[in-house]
């Protein structure tokens, strides 16, 4: 009972330190037998107070704070710079980060304002007091060495300059890269029990600046690790190799982990790039073996932004991986394919894509031989070849489930396809809208499977199935709010759809994208639902508030 209360009083403090940008510590903070289990302890760069309390009229440097802390302690963060020179280490790290965390559970917060006042309250605000881990283009800024039993949580930092080329790199696995990769430019995670990244900003950290290498991980890097909770923090302006070599993950890789334990949610991921010249897979975010993952709530938006036309999933790529993606923003992402899904069966529900500048929205290429991908209520919109398309093979078929799916391009264009539908693929698609395409479903050699498609509004397609069949299909203009190729157009119907009351209501589907009662119990006695990923109410909460 005691462990469940401290749990809810901890994560409670850290929403309110997200909500209002600000927190504030109790005055008996200095108080060595602080609650939490630990004693809190005060750090400056380059401090020299006693390691015995380090209090905050007195602070240490951070070498002398986390080696004499008991297990369990926070360690508060003065504003200011820290790197390797400023930290305090009797010998220079041996495995080139500005902190290393290894066989103690510490909290590190940031963003303290650095008031000695004993006897006062302790402010804690990153955005007015950063306190910066830089790891001046030769370091990276944490390294977190893991083993049973032992927990960290992050928060508050801004990880800059952080390059893992130096650093010790064991454990550091890419997709079955060769040679042996550099790994996690901002934090490298292997064997962690629990970690939490809360409320950090990572921004020019570099997996790697090798260009004979492969690069994992530009900002944040996680091996074999459990209890892993990414949320809230501004991941921008990231490489996973800033020379010439190939680059996986901008952002974040995650390889082997508990997915069950894994939560990516509530994240800012813009700017990032995986490569510059070479192959990339994916600027943002890249999955690879991580069962039962959580993506949600996420802003995913520009990633790319160099443009390397090779590009694979470059807001989020999954290979291996059972995974629930889930009211995210996929906006003006740029090359190959937005989402690109490999051998996996995941959960789509609630996203909306919306993407001009990139070739495909969401690519399923093969599938999980022990499930099929579901996708439910998203917006797949403005992307230049296909929306979705799927492809499986002899071996890996593809087995999907799309319901309440709007599929569109602005009015004026007729040059992409709906649905382009590749072989081995045995696909259902029901409750849809499929608008303004040169070929709603599109049979891009399909056989050895079967197509089902039903109760779908088509509008303004220059060939609606090509050669597939549909039951129940309807036709009349969706109105759409504002159909421009743009990631700001507004795919959500307006009251005289010819989408309205078109789909009998089932499967669980009781609210739509933006989480509103489906069907709506204002149009009468009616039963049947909007087609699409919208049902009209007349209004609509951007995935952003939710």
Not at 468 to 480: T, V
Request: one cysteine or more; proline letters at 4%.
């Amino acid at each position: 009972m005691k462990k469940a209360i401290v749990l809810f009083l901890f994560s409670f403090i850290l929403s309110l330190f997200i909500q209002t940008h600000a927190i504030i510590v109790p005055a008996q903070a200095e108080n060595p037998h602080a609650p939490f289990g630990g004693s809190y302890r005060y750090v400056e760069p380059n401090g020299d107070g006693p390691f015995t309390t380090c209090p905050k009229d007195n602070p240490c440097n951070y070498y002398d704070a986390f080696t004499h802390a008991t297990s369990g302690a926070w360690l508060v963060f003065k504003q200011g710079t820290y790197n390797v020179n400023a930290m305090g280490y009797t010998d220079p790290p041996c495995w080139h980060e500005v902190i290393l965390l290894q066989n103690k559970s510490v909290t590190l917060i940031g963003g303290w304002d650095g008031d000695p006042t004993l006897g006062v309250e302790t402010v804690i605000d990153p955005k007015s007091y950063e306190t910066i881990l830089d790891g001046e283009g030769n370091d990276r800024g944490i390294t977190i060495l893991g083993s049973p039993g032992y927990s960290w949580t992050i928060s508050g930092f801004k990880f800059i300059n952080g390059d893992a080329t130096t650093a010790i790199n064991t454990n550091c696995t890419a997709l079955g890269a060769s040679p042996t990769a550099f790994c996690g430019g901002g934090i490298y995670i292997h064997n962690a029990d629990s970690v939490t990244l809360q409320s950090n900003t990572f921004t020019n950290n570099h997996a790697s600046e090798d260009p004979a290498t492969h690069g994992a991980g530009g900002a944040i890097f996680a091996y074999q690790t459990d209890n892993l909770n990414i949320s809230e923090n501004v991941i921008y302006a990231n490489l996973a190799n800033g020379n010439d070599g190939k680059g996986l993950g901008g952002a974040i890789f995650l390889h082997d982990c508990d997915g069950s334990s894994v939560i990516i949610e509530d994240n800012s991921i813009y700017d990032n790039n995986s490569a510059i010249g070479r192959t990339g897979y994916s600027s943002g975010i890249l999955l690879a073996s991580v069962d039962g993952a959580i993506v949600e709530g996420n802003l995913i938006s520009n990633n790319n932004s160099l443009g390397l036309s090779t590009n694979m999933g470059t807001a989020l790529y999954v290979q291996g991986s059972d995974v629930s993606i889930r009211n995210n923003q996929f906006l003006d992402n740029h090359s190959n394919s937005v989402i690109y899904i490999i051998r996996s069966a995941i959960n789509l529900s609630g996203n909306l894509l919306n993407n001009p500048g990139a070739n495909y929205g969401l690519w399923i290429y093969m599938g999980d031989s022990q499930g099929q991908t579901v996708a439910m209520n998203n917006i797949i919109a403005n992307h230049i070849q296909n929306n979705v398309k799927i492809v499986g093979d002899m071996t890996e078929r593809a087995f999907v489930a799309f319901y309440h799916t709007t599929i569109a391009d602005d009015s004026n264009s007729h040059d992409g396809r709906g649905f382009s539908i590749g072989d081995y693929v045995d696909g259902f698609f029901t409750h849809g809208i499929v608008a303004n395409q040169n070929h709603g479903f599109y049979n891009d050699g399909h056989a050895n499977g079967t197509i089902t498609i039903e109760y779908h509004l088509m509008h303004d397609n220059t060939s609606d199935y090509d050669t597939f069949s549909a039951m129940n299909s309807f036709s009349g203009d969706p109105q759409f709010v504002n159909a421009i190729n743009s990631s700001t157009a507004n795919f959500h119907i307006r009251a005289n759809s010819a989408a309205r009351d078109k789909g009998p209501g089932y499967g669980g589907l009781n609210v739509d994208i933006d989480g509103q009662l489906r069907p709506n119990p204002l149009h009468g006695m009616l039963i049947a639902c909007d087609l699409g990923a919208d049902e009209f109410w007349g209004w609509f909460l951007p995935l952003i508030f939710r």
